[in-house]
Structure formats: structure tokens, C-alpha cells
């Protein structure tokens, strides 16, 4: 039964444990794309709050650009300043309070094509603009792949972007304008971001999804050599002090799981139990302080439900300090975002 949707994830349901723990969900997205091939097609704030709602004490979350809401027309460079216009309204209506007090999109994460160069700074200027409360920094998806049946969904479809002058010349202004670089890429282009990392050394850099691990396709049955690499990426991208990491993702297929194919949805000891050996290799290469949970929805909604996968990181940091799990949680996303709620 893939992709069941929520009556589907309402067949494991669980207390939530330790619900006092303060949480920043520092990336999910927004959309309404009426697709039929997209396993949620509308994900708005009623259904973020849905999810949120739980029974975990999600106190903020942050938005991360999922290409959704472009302008429809005017120069193809300011475009997606749509889609921060469109998310700022969705924070807006959330800090009012009648959604409750969790702070949607306290954060808001866009995009801007970063091969501009410095040709980038007046876009980044409009879309600080468009969210002047709230906007932190771009996601620009740089994943390829020599694969065929791999997605090569990056943005503007170039091979080696992180290796380009004129990317790195647009990262620069980034870096001067005090905003962050938001790093979504396949596991093999590890030491590109290593690379990229060194030679931008002011900029602070997230990587997304535990680095972009795949286990599918050419990638699958072969984890001694796939996980291996993945390891030694992780360990080359740690070593740059401004990379931090979040630690989900996992509930994509691509990660190598079935997790969405279950008559009844994984529950939380079963997912920390499988979690754990990426979570905790990522955290011992990074620190905690570098680490932070994140949901990835509705994208991981596809494999397991927010109260589930709030608990399973629980269970599986519970041998943390009470301080490394604070940072976990909640302290590292909240310091990167620089979210005070």
C-alpha cells in the first residue's frame, strides 16, 4: 500500500514520548501543485499544524524552498520570489496565534540561482525584501548523478555547479550578506561540498538529508562499498567547520527502505533502530552542535508520521546528554536560524 496518506499512517499510532522536549523542525516545505504523481499534493499550514500537532512540543519550524509558488511572469532571475512571498503570508497567519503557538515558518529558506554570480545580489536583496522578518538564506539543489535512472533534479540541470567560479563568486555575496547556503546533493558529490566548503569558509553552509545517501537502483545491494563512501564524505564535510548537517531524509525511498510499501506503517522502535547507525555516525563526525533533527515533510510523510518519527529520534538520541540532545532538537537549528521563540 505506498504512499497511504493519513488514514494509512493512522493504523500505528503511539503516546508521544518525552513531550516536553523543545523542538525546531528546521526543514519542511510548502506546496500546492495539483499533481497527481506528488504523494501530497497539497501540504499548506492546516496540514503542517495537523502533523505538528502530534503531541511533541515543535515550537518552531523552518521553510525550505520546494519551487512552489513562482512568479508567473517578470525577469526569470526574480521568480522564485514568489515563492517567499507566498510563505511569509503562511508565517504570518501562524504568529497571530489562532493556529496555536507553534511558529510555522520562522524561517524561510528560498531560492536564487547562484550561477548568477555576483549578478545575484539583487535578487537575494528582493527576497529579503519579500520576507524581511524571516528570510535566511537559498537551497540550491546541486544533485547529480552519472546514473541515468538516478533524478538529476538539481537546479538548472548542470554537472559540478559547486565547482563553478560563478557559482562560488554568488556564494561569496551570500556569504557577505550574512545569509546561509542550504546544500541538497547525492552522496558521491560529498568532497565537491568539502571542496566548496573550504573555498567559501564564511559562509554558513546546511547540508540536507544526511548527505544525500542512496541506496536504490545502481546504489542498491551494494552497501559495503556504497556505505563506505558515504562515510568517507561525511567525515570530509565535517572537517569544514562552517558545514552543519540535519539528520533526516531518511524516509525517502530513495534512502533504500520500504518503509512506504507496509500494509501498517513502521513504528518508532523499529525506525530509531534503523535510524540510528546514520544519525549517530553523522553526529560523531559533527558534534551535536552541528546536528539537527529535521522532519522533511511532507516528503518522509510518505514512509512514517510525525508523532512516530519525533519518538524514534528520541529513543535513538536518548543516550545524548541532556545538552547535546537540547542542541539536537532544538538549540543548533534555532543558533543557524537565528530563531528566537
Known amino acids: 500500500m505506498p504512499f497511504g496518506g493519513n488514514d494509512w499512517l493512522a493504523l500505528t499510532e503511539e503516546p508521544t514520548l518525552e513531550p516536553e522536549i523543545p523542538i525546531c523542525d528546521p526543514h519542511h516545505h510548502f506546496w500546492d501543485f495539483r499533481d497527481e504523481r506528488i504523494p501530497y499534493q497539497r501540504y499548506l499550514l492546516h496540514e503542517l499544524i495537523a502533523d505538528i500537532d502530534s503531541g511533541h512540543n515543535v515550537r518552531s519550524t523552518v521553510f525550505v524552498e520546494a519551487r512552489a509558488m513562482y512568479r508567473a511572469d517578470g525577469p526569470e532571475a526574480l521568480r522564485p520570489v514568489g515563492e517567499v512571498e507566498f510563505v511569509q503570508g503562511l508565517a504570518a497567519a501562524s504568529a497571530s496565534g489562532l493556529h496555536g503557538t507553534s511558529r510555522a515558518a520562522a524561517a524561510i529558506v528560498g531560492h536564487a540561482n547562484l550561477n548568477l ?107 559495503d562499498e556504497v556505505l563506505e563512501a558515504w562515510r568517507n564524505g561525511i567525515a570530509a564535510v565535517a572537517a569544514c567547520p562552517n558545514v552543519h548537517m540535519k539528520l533526516g531524509g531518511i524516509g525517502m525511498p530513495r534512502t533504500g527502505f520500504d518503509w512506504h510499501e507496509r500494509e501498517k506503517p513502521i513504528g518508532s522502535e523499529e525506525l530509531a533502530e534503523s535510524m540510528a547507525p546514520f544519525m549517530n555516525y553523522c553526529i560523531e563526525q559533527f558534534g551535536p552542535e552541528r546536528c539537527m533533527f529535521e522532519s522533511n515533510f511532507p516528503v518522509d510523510k510518505v514512509s512514517f508520521s510525525y508523532n512516530v518519527m519525533y519518538n524514534a529520534f528520541k529513543r535513538l538520541s536518548s543516550g545524548y546528554s541532556a545538552d547535546e540532545r537540547a542542541a539536537l532538537f532544538h538549540d543548533t537549528a534555532a543558533l543557524v536560524y537565528r530563531i528566537d521563540v
Do not use: C
Open 117 to 223: 554570480g555576483e549578478r545575484v545580489e539583487p535578487v537575494l536583496e528582493a527576497l529579503q525584501a519579500a520576507s524581511p522578518n524571516r528570510f535566511r538564506g537559498i537551497r540550491h539543489s546541486v544533485t547529480w548523478d552519472p546514473h541515468p535512472e538516478i533524478e538529476r533534479a538539481s537546479n538548472y540541470r548542470r554537472e559540478g555547479q559547486l565547482a563553478r567560479e560563478d557559482f562560488r563568486a554568488g556564494a561569496r555575496v551570500l556569504a557577505n550578506m550574512g545569509m546561509s547556503f542550504e546544500a541538497w546533493l547525492y552522496f558521491p558529490q560529498l568532497t565537491e561540498l568539502a571542496d566548496f566548503a573550504k573555498a567559501v569558509p564564511d559562509l554558513t553552509i546546511i547540508s540536507n538529508h544526511i548527505g544525500g545517501l542512496q541506496r536504490v537502483g545502481p546504489y542498491g545491494g551494494r552497501d
